[in-house]
T-cell receptor, first 119, second 115 residues
Framework: DAGVTQSPTHLIKTRGQQVTLRCSPK?????VSWYQQALGQGPQFIFQ???????QRGNFPDRFSGHQFPNYSSELNVNALLLGDSALYLC??????????????????FGPGTRLTVL | AQSVSQHNHHVILSEAASLELGCNYS??????LFWYVQYPGQHLQLLLK??????LVKGIKGFEAEFIKSKFSFNLRKPSVQWSDTAEYFC?????????????FGSGTRLSIRP
């Protein structure tokens, strides 16, 4: 059973460019969350997708957007890249749980991350 | 707003020593609490979690954590560490009934075990 997979592993972009990161959830999971982990920091919650809709969002600007596909996979898009966007981007999947809010009670499984460097 | 503090940035212990990693959070309502671990070269994974009930929770690999509501703390403990416990440990909190419900991670504690 494949766990959470992410692509690409590493990415180098320049300021002002746009980037798309991809995530495939663990088999049986329908909810995907994205996190940004700067060097020496803990993960920061960006947003969460369920049923192809953004359900929760952290304190990130609109430059960060996402999408979830019918097969539950997800993309994270970042526009107008800044140097400060350099970080490890983590994807996590879990079951939704059936009720809004119950998602928090289900274990999240994390992927290996995509290391984004903005020059 | 919720926040999580992990005051120990780097802890160095010898094998067989006892471990306690501090975690304090700020939020007055109901919280869910988590400890995650990231071993070198591996994914972030759940070590243990507290939702309700017995405030002493046991996780994988002999770890446990105690929720002390009056102190807003959720410290991680292990009576005798092994070299394989070398990893980064993250405390996280979520307020499930908050209108701004989201999970907040601490900045992490790097644990180094001397063989």
């Amino acid at each position: 059973d494949a766990g959470v997979t992410q692509s690409p592993t590493h990415l180098i972009k320049t300021r002002g460019q746009q980037v798309t990161l991809r995530c495939s959830p663990k088999s049986g999971h329908d909810t995907v969350s994205w996190y940004q982990q700067a060097l020496g920091q803990g993960p920061q919650f960006i947003f969460q997708y369920y049923e192809e809709e953004e359900r929760q969002r952290g304190n990130f600007p609109d430059r960060f957007s996402g999408h979830q596909f019918p097969n539950y996979s997800s993309e994270l898009n970042v526009n107008a890249l800044l140097l400060g966007d350099s970080a490890l981007y983590l994807c996590a999947s879990s079951p939704w749980g059936g009720l809004a809010g119950s998602w928090w009670y289900n274990e999240q499984f994390f992927g290996p991350g995509t290391r984004l460097t903005v020059l | 707003a919720q926040s999580v503090s992990q005051h120990n940035h780097h802890v160095i212990l010898s094998e067989a020593a006892s471990l306690e990693l501090g975690c304090n959070y700020s939020y007055g309502g109901t919280v869910n609490l988590f400890w995650y671990v990231q071993y070198p070269g591996q994914h972030l994974q759940l070590l243990l979690k507290y939702f309700s009930g017995d405030p002493l929770v046991k996780g994988i690999k002999g770890f446990e954590a105690e929720f002390i509501k009056s102190k807003f703390s959720f410290n991680l403990r292990k009576p005798s560490v092994q070299w394989s416990d070398t990893a980064e440990y993250f405390c996280a909190v979520n307020a499930p009934h908050s209108s701004a419900s989201k999970i907040i991670f601490g900045s992490g504690t790097r644990l180094s075990i001397r063989p």
